[in-house]
């Protein structure tokens, strides 16, 4: 059905959920339908009851439903999320992101000018809590906010992926892929965990499946960022994540890479991080680190102990997903 759903997964959201909830009121549809989905994903707070009287007493234009997902983990919710929407594009409005006034209506236009676009990005911009530190600062990009490329247009080849909050999904490419039998590798964070990477594995699906990933600066949102985050012990633990699931990332990225055709082998994977984590740690010489140091080294040997560590799953991985049904051939 023409129009855009957006999907709120939230994890006890009880203390943001409200200013997302108001942006999403004030969207200007100029006659587009919409619909607002809260799925509430294991929270243990009053997350739907906030979010239910907000919705209420605002008198929103726009039909607000909440549903229950107990099975933890961002995946699982935006699964849900997907399923139950009724419209034919999705965007997923993280608990902490602040749509601008036309996001919808702009991702719903977009999507509408090219059949072949399967997933949209637009641009976060980071709002503190309390300043951060300039080490924080310095990588702050790491926090889903800042250009994801340098100018508007197809990054497809150029980059691969879009980062998760604010991204928007042509609900149809979505179903294809599970039609077809696609299943989810990482789960996405599950409560204080911080691992990550189903982004970057729905993203390199969809190019799998033939559609283009397409980024728009015009498409802004504002980025909530927490002074619990904005510490450089958070971006250290959220740096070992990306390396964690960078490792179960490589099989897609190789056969994208290779147009679908082949791919390669869990055996050079692992050579090649091994390398790579070896270069690394010659070229930190183990002494004392920087604080930028300790972060590549982070993620390097995160992504090399989990190469080690999930060895079958990601074996399995390389020798199946080349005759994927979903995937199509070059």
């Given at each position: 059905?023409k ?8 994890y006890?959201?009880?203390s ?23 799925v ?8 739907a009851?906030?979010?239910a009287?907000c ?5 929103a234009?726009?039909p607000m ?16 999320g ?17 749509l601008?006034?036309?996001?919808l ?9 090219d059949?072949k676009?399967?997933?949209?990005g637009?641009?976060?911009i980071p ?5 951060p530190?300039?080490t ?7 926090y889903?906010?800042g250009?994801?490329a340098?100018?508007?247009?197809d ?6 992926y ?7 999904i ?11 039998g696609?299943?989810?590798?990482l789960?996405?964070r ?7 990477g ?5 993203c ?7 559609y ?27 740096n070992k ?11 897609y ?6 147009k ?5 082998s ?14 690394t740690?010659?070229?930190?010489g183990?002494?004392l680190?920087?604080f930028?140091q ?11 102990k989990?190469?080690l ?8 991985l390389c ?12």
């Amino acid at each position: 059905m023409k129009g855009i759903s957006v999907v709120v997964c939230c994890y006890n959201s009880a203390s943001r959920i409200k200013d997302t909830l108001d942006h999403l009121a004030k969207q200007e549809l100029n006659g587009i339908k919409a619909e607002v989905i809260v799925v509430n994903n294991n929270s243990s707070d009053d997350t739907a009851a906030i979010a239910a009287s907000c919705w209420v007493s605002w008198n929103a234009a726009i039909p607000m439903r909440i549903i229950d997902e107990p099975t933890p983990g961002l995946s699982s919710a935006r699964h849900t999320g997907i399923k139950n929407a009724v419209f034919d594009y999705v965007v997923f409005c993280d608990d902490d992101n602040w749509l601008s006034e036309q996001y919808l209506l702009t991702a719903f236009l977009i999507f509408e000018s090219d059949s072949k676009i399967g997933a949209l990005g637009g641009m976060g911009i980071p709002v503190y809590e309390i300043e951060p530190p300039a080490t924080v600062r310095k990588h702050v990009a790491q926090y889903a906010v800042g250009p994801q490329a340098a100018a508007s247009g197809d990054v497809t080849l150029s980059k691969g992926y879009l980062y998760g909050a604010g991204i928007a999904i042509r609900k149809s490419a979505y179903e294809y892929l599970i039609k077809k039998g696609f299943k989810f590798t990482l789960t996405g964070r599950i409560g204080q965990t911080l691992t990550s990477g189903e982004d970057f594995e729905l993203c390199q699906a969809i190019i799998l499946t033939g559609y283009t990933l397409y980024y728009d600066s015009t498409l802004t949102f504002k980025h909530y960022l927490t002074r619990n985050r904005l510490n450089e012990n958070y971006l250290f633990r959220m740096n070992k994540g990306f390396g964690y699931s960078i490792a179960f990332l490589y099989p897609y990225i190789y056969l994208s890479a290779d147009k679908g055709i082949k791919g390669k082998s869990y055996g050079y994977i692992l050579l090649k991080q091994l390398y790579h984590t070896a270069m690394t740690a010659f070229m930190t010489g183990f002494g004392l680190l920087s604080f930028e140091q300790k972060l590549k080294w982070a993620n390097d040997f995160s992504a090399l102990k989990s190469l080690l560590v999930n060895a079958v799953t990601i074996q399995k991985l390389c020798g199946n997903l080349p005759s994927q049904p979903w995937i199509k051939k070059s």
